[in-house]
């Protein structure tokens, strides 16, 4: 909840676009912030683009993939 609340204080400031980045584990946390104050405190008026990813983190031998997520919230009214 400290999420959606630092998404809601950011949108209070007057701003009419956000981004919420994750990579790995912390996905779902991203999701469920974009899903928590879209539902919640905009009654599902935020338009959201969905980029799906994959990054590339260590060297050499301990080289791998890892998922990422961006989730651009944007107010419509």
């Avoid at 999701?31 to 599902?44: C, L, P, T, Y």
């Amino acid at each position: 909840m400290a999420y959606a609340t630092a998404v809601m204080m950011h949108f209070n400031t007057g701003a009419k676009k956000l981004s919420l980045k994750a990579r790995g584990r912390a996905i779902s946390t991203a999701v469920d912030v974009a899903e928590v104050v879209n539902n919640r405190f905009f009654q599902g008026s935020l338009v959201k683009h969905v980029n799906l990813g994959t990054e590339v983190v260590g060297e050499g031998q301990d080289a791998r993939n890892v998922s990422t997520i961006e989730v651009v919230l944007e107010r419509t009214k």
